[in-house]
């Protein structure tokens, strides 16, 4: 009997150690390993941050300013890089897509649109495009991948808690999603990773306000 017992609890500590090595993250700087809605959390960062870029603006008074992108499907088939309007800068001279790995791209913009301020530019081969979807629940948990100014790529987590008609152009998802100045462009995803909207801007509290993904496809057609 006591063999027995030693032997599952020998079984159950081996099961546990591969689960928590299942979710050990590497950071660059070392291991570490998350717990519950943490893990989730990195393990989502992980499978996507390769696909969301930087994007860098230079306008003809020399300043640059930027914003994140990603990229998703036309209708067609077709796949474009995606950000906003007021990223889209009407004076702006060059446009540069950078990865995490910092490999620059060059790229222009194809059409935008003020109104709904939504951008798409040429695609940068080898990243994958984003699913949209129309679905969306009240207090779901929502993900934002973004480049924040003077931060490097990060993930929020939070949740959608209303839906807000302040815009002209359609719905606003309403999130507790934390974002900065540099944010504007950046993918909001549903628990599969699919993207819900858009980041354009944020509340008084920081909290991310979105783009619905109808919006996206109405405008893309």
Same mark, same amino acid.
């Given at each position: 009997? $006591?063999?027995?017992?030693?032997?599952?609890?020998?079984?159950?500590?081996?099961?546990?150690?591969?689960?928590?090595? &299942?979710?050990?993250?590497?950071?660059?700087?070392?291991?570490?390993?998350?717990?519950?809605?943490?893990? $989730?959390?990195?393990?989502?960062?992980?499978?996507?941050?390769?696909? =969301?870029?930087?994007?860098?603006?230079?306008?003809?008074?020399?300043?640059?300013?930027?914003?994140?992108?990603?990229?998703?499907?036309?209708?067609?088939?077709?796949? #474009?890089?995606?950000?906003?309007?007021?990223?889209? *800068?009407?004076?702006?001279?060059?446009?540069?897509?950078?990865? =995490?790995?910092?490999?620059?791209?060059?790229?222009?913009?194809?059409?935008?649109?003020?109104?709904?301020?939504?951008?798409?530019?040429?695609?940068?081969?080898?990243?994958?495009?984003?699913?949209?979807?129309?679905?969306?629940?009240?207090?779901?948990?929502?993900?934002?991948?973004?480049?924040?100014? *003077? $931060?490097?790529?990060?993930?929020?987590?939070?949740?959608?808690?209303?839906?807000?008609?302040?815009?002209?152009?359609?719905? #606003?998802?309403?999130?507790?999603?934390?974002?900065?100045?540099? *944010?504007?462009?950046?993918?909001?995803?549903?628990?599969?990773?699919?993207?819900?909207?858009?980041? $354009?801007?944020?509340?008084?509290?920081?909290?991310?306000?979105?783009?619905? &993904?109808?919006?996206?496809?109405?405008?893309?057609?």
């Amino acid at each position: 009997m $006591y063999k027995f017992f030693s032997f599952l609890v020998s079984f159950f500590a081996s099961f546990i150690k591969a689960a928590v090595s &299942s979710l050990v993250i590497c950071t660059g700087v070392a291991a570490v390993a998350y717990y519950g809605p943490k893990a $989730y959390t990195n393990l989502m960062y992980n499978a996507n941050m390769d696909d =969301v870029l930087y994007v860098s603006v230079k306008l003809q008074n020399g300043y640059t300013i930027h914003g994140t992108g990603f990229h998703i499907l036309k209708p067609d088939g077709t796949m #474009v890089l995606l950000t906003n309007a007021h990223i889209c *800068n009407d004076s702006a001279v060059l446009y540069t897509a950078i990865d =995490v790995k910092g490999v620059e791209y060059l790229t222009r913009v194809i059409k935008k649109s003020k109104d709904t301020d939504l951008c798409i530019l040429t695609p940068i081969k080898n990243k994958k495009p984003f699913r949209l979807t129309t679905r969306s629940f009240y207090e779901e948990p929502l993900f934002s991948i973004g480049w924040p100014s *003077n $931060y490097p790529i990060l993930i929020s987590e939070g949740k959608l808690v209303g839906w807000v008609n302040t815009r002209n152009e359609g719905n #606003v998802l309403q999130t507790t999603i934390q974002v900065r100045h540099g *944010n504007s462009g950046s993918p909001v995803l549903d628990i599969s990773g699919r993207v819900v909207g858009i980041v $354009y801007a944020m509340d008084e509290g920081s909290w991310a306000k979105v783009i619905s &993904s109808q919006d996206i496809i109405n405008f893309i057609k």
